[in-house]
Every structure is written in structure tokens, then in C-alpha cells.
């Protein structure tokens, strides 16, 4: 069925079609539709769902550990400030290796008081242990919860989706929606290999000694890079049954490339157009898309960029005293490389700016004129 | 592609008048695209959204600076906000008032369309008599100047976006249809 759907209904319905048994939530701009049709679908039958209102996002996280510690196939969404507060709650998550699956619509981080796009949030959560990928359509988006629940389960770690605010979030566009049976067959009933039960008692989160610890850390790190694997398996079944995949990366016209643009989430859906046009006037220029961010897809980066003479990062966020984020990740990547591109940080769209194709031709040909790349990122756009 | 861009104020309709204009575009097998510009979320602040079609798939995902066409919700904004910037040649511009479009001289570079959807709107008992809900009104009469989208297809629509009085709302729209003034 296709369905003209906006992002976040998109979350919901990849929520819906994977049966999830428990949904705590607290609302914030522009996350709050998600959990508002999830709601919905609970109230009105369509999902068999004890959907909780908790009083806080630390509450949210702190409930979904409780429902997935259980057994419970586990849902949340969040944004912003709200993931922010779940901070500490997210590496308890990953500690104790529960397959909670939470959306992130990108937003940016007060004050100044901004409610648009900007993935700060997430990338801070970079450390967190828990996988992430970032979407370009809401199609991906809807796939990208029900691929995500099949990783989690595997792997016992959770999984972060991304999606921009406003540009992905209330962006009304047509979605496929897959049939329930197809999604049943793909993404069985949960079954908890480790869960709370009376009967059955064991004890979780007690004392590790300091062996013990870097034991369970490095574990956890283990099936991080399994992950890479599992993920790879679950996208090509997910193909074999809806005819779509995604990759961990996507190389779109960097055949031949000498300047490579890397970036994710809607900003690689308005670059195809502008490397399109760029290629029609015989400039050798390819876009890398980054979809899963961790466990970072170091082949598949290297594979792509290694041929390139020069990479243009185009960052929505910044940290501080650095650069780009993405951009710190490609260069780490690269470093050990005998052969690597001169590797350029941009830093645009911050708090919602609208990073258009102007702009995104202006990185491209900014790159192309500077033989050195600076120390420091390169802003563009914006009024001070 | 086309670009539509709306202006109007929050509690009138038209984040959700520009996913019913993209649902009847797509019922006649078109790719859309639908996208609020939110400020602060209130009843009264200018709100800006927008439709785009196309016969491919649509990439471009920024705001509309240049649109083939613009409609207003509420008159006063033409005032108070650049609402014809970007305008393309030759496009419409339609606006929710009871005035005909020779009023409206300083526009005269452009085709204006009027209709009045607000007293549509009451008649249809849409929103309250002070704050009707234009939206579904606007749409109708949209359809019939500009000749890209059915009147059909617009209910269509009207059906699968607005929440309540779904037969209003489309009576609306046909009324509007056809006391739209060029």
C-alpha cells in the first residue's frame, strides 16, 4: 500500500509493523508526532502495544530498560534536549546489552532556542554504544525501524535512527508501506534469550571488578564490529523480501571521482542533484553518503574516498574546538591509507539552515580552488 | 516540477492544505512533496508551507524560494510579509478575501485569483465564525484557475487529510470552486 505519509508517521508504521509490546514516551518538538500516532494505534487496536507516559526522557529510557530487561520488544522517540537528558540512561542501555530501538529527529541544542535540524544532538551520543544510521527518505525511514529491531535482536545492542527535522520529520512524501505478513516473516515475535522472569531468577547490572569490567566492555565492542556483519545479512533479506536495500554507504557517481562530497541524511538527497549537474558540465565529482555511522563502515569508507584526490565533508554540527564530526571520522578512517585524499571540513545547516544546492556548489567548487586544507573547518553561510 | 507555496496564519489549515493539494496530485499519479516552514508553533503567526510535483521522483529537499505558484490564507499578510517573492512569471496568485483581484493593483504584474473562503468556511460551519478554517475552501477554488489538479482529485485529498466533517470540508471546496474570482 502506498501512502503519503510525513517522517515521522513513517517511524510510526515501521513501529507498527514490527509489533512492538511496549512504547514509554515523552513528547518534544518536532518528535511528538510519532509518538502521538503511536498512541493511536494503540488506542484504537492497531498495535497491541501498553503505550506509557513517563514524566521525563531519563524516565522514558529508564522504562524502556525495565520493559526490555523483560523481554519486551522495545520502542522510543526523542529529539534534542530530550536525548540529551537521557545521556546517562543511554550507555545503561548498551551495558546491559538491551535491543531498544529509539527514532532521533535531528534538532539542535539550546540556547539560542532552536527547534530545527541539526545533528549535535545524536553525534553527541556518538559513545554511547548504540548503533546508528541516518536516513535520506521517509521510505528509508520506515525500513530503517524494522531492519533496526533485526540487527538489535542479534547483536543484543540498541539501535539510534535519525532523521531530520522538518525536512524528514513533517515532510509529506509517498511511502510503500510493506504488508504485515511479509514484515511477520522477516522480523519473527521477539524471544528474549536473557530476561527478568521470577522463575527463572538471575542477578543483572551487579559489581563487575575491574577484569571483569574491560571483559564485558570488550564484548560489547566484539559484537559491535559483528554487528557490521549481521547488519550487512539483514539488509540483503530485507531486499529478498521488499525489493529495497540501502548499504551501509552509498557511492553515487564517484567513478572516476577526484572530488568525493561526503554527507547523510536529506542533505545527500538534494546533492545527487547538484552533482548530476555538475557531471553534465564534465566535472569529475562523486557524492558518498554516510547511512550507518556506527559501527563506522571503515571498508566501505576507504573503498569509496581511497582513488579521490580531494573529500569535501559537509558536517551538520560541530564539535567544539575541533571540526566536523564526520569530517574527524572520514580523516581517522583514511590516515592509515598509502594512498588518501586531502580531506576539507565544511560546517552548514546548523539550527535548520537550508543548506541548498547553491551552497553545496559553493563547497564543492571551494574545495576544488584550495590546494591545503585549513586546520579548521570552513563555515558557510549563516549571519553572525 | 511545480512549486505552490502557502502563506497563511497558524489555525487556519495551511500546513495541512499543502499534503491535501500533494495527496491530489499523487492521485493522478504525480510525485509530491509536503513540507510545513514551522516557526513558533501558534494560533495567529505567519505560516509558510509548501507543495512540490513532479513526474520524477523529487531529490530536492529545501525550501521553495522560486514557486510557480502562491497562495494566501490571509490577505493582511500581503502587507506585512514578502509573500510574492520569488514569484515565477505567469503564476497565479490566489487570496482568501472578499475583494475582486482588480483591488489588488500593486500585484497587477501577476494573475490574482480571489475567493472568499472565510465566509465559505462559516457557511460549511468550518472553525468558528471568528477563526474559520479555510484551508479545504482555498483548495477548491486553487483547482479550478490553475487547471493542473482536478477538482476530484482535490476531494480526494480533502478526505484523506482533514480529521473531521470530511462532507463539509468538501462542499467547501466545490462551493469555492465556483465562486472563485479571476
Known sequence: MIKVMIGNHAVSYGVMLSRVQVIPAYPITPQTSIVEELSEFCADGHLNARFIKVESEHSAMACCIGASAAGARTFTATSSQGLALMHEMLHWATGARLPIVMANVNRALGPPWN???????????RDTGWLQFYCESNQEVLDTVIQSFK????????????LD???????????????????????PRYQARYRLDVDNPHSFGNLATPEYYQGFRNKIQDDMIRARTVA??????????????????????????????????TVVSTSRIVIDELRKEGRKVGLLKIRMFRPFPFDDVIGALKDAKKVAVLDRAISFGHSGIFAQEIMSAMYNQPSKPLIYSYITGLGGLDVTPRIITDIINDACERDIPPQESIWIGGKS | ?????????????????????????????????????????????????????????????????????????????????NVTEG???????????????????????????????????????????????????????????????????????????VPSNKA???????????????
Not at chain 2, 40 to 55: C, I, K, L, W
Not at chain 2, 94 to 111: E, G, H, Q, V, W
Not at chain 2, 117 to 132: C, F, M, N, R
Not at chain 2, 136 to 150: M, N
Open chain 1, 165 to 187: 527535522a522538518f525536512f524528514l520529520s513533517h515532510t509529506a512524501e509517498a511511502v510503500d508501506v510493506p504488508d504485515a505478513q511479509d514484515v511477520d516473516r522477516y522480523l
Open chain 2, 87 to 161: 514569484l515565477k512569471k505567469n503564476g497565479w496568485i490566489l487570496i482568501n478575501t472578499d475583494a475582486a483581484p482588480s483591488k489588488f493593483r500593486n500585484l497587477s504584474k501577476f494573475r490574482v485569483a480571489t475567493v472568499d473562503a472565510d465566509s465559505i468556511a462559516v457557511e460549511y460551519k468550518l472553525g468558528t465564525p471568528t477563526s474559520p478554517i479555510v484551508n479545504t475552501a482555498i483548495l477548491g477554488a486553487f483547482s479550478k484557475i490553475a487547471g493542473i489538479v482536478s477538482l476530484d482529485s482535490v476531494l480526494e485529498g480533502i478526505r484523506d487529510t
Open chain 1, 151 to 162: 540487527i538489535s535482536e542479534e547483536v543484543l545492542l540498541p539501535t539510534m535512527l535519525v
Open chain 1, 232 to 265: 550487512k545479512k539483514a539488509d540483503e533479506d530485507f531486499e529478498s523480501i521488499f525489493h529495497r536495500s540501502y548499504g551501509f554507504t552509498e557511492a553515487y557517481q564517484c567513478e572516476g571521482a577526484d572530488l568525493i562530497l561526503v554527507t547523510s541524511g
Open chain 2, 1 to 81: 516540477m511545480i512549486e505552490i507555496r502557502f502563506h497563511g496564519r497558524g489555525g487556519q489549515g495551511a500546513v495541512i492544505a499543502s499534503k491535501a493539494l500533494a495527496i491530489a496530485f499523487f492521485h493522478e499519479g504525480k510525485h509530491v512533496q509536503a513540507f510545513p516552514s514551522f516557526g513558533v508553533e501558534r494560533r495567529g503567526a505567519p505560516v509558510t508551507a509548501f507543495t512540490r510535483v513532479d513526474d520524477h521522483p523529487i531529490r530536492l529537499r529545501n525550501f521553495i524560494y522560486t514557486p510557480d505558484h502562491i497562495i494566501i490564507l490571509d490577505a493582511t499578510l500581503i502587507a506585512s510579509a
Open chain 2, 168 to 182: 463539509g470540508n468538501a462542499s467547501a471546496a466545490k462551493e469555492a470552486s465556483l465562486r472563485v474570482l479571476t
Open chain 1, 115 to 125: 527547534i530545527w535540524n541539526d545533528q549535535t544532538d545524536s553525534l553527541s551520543q
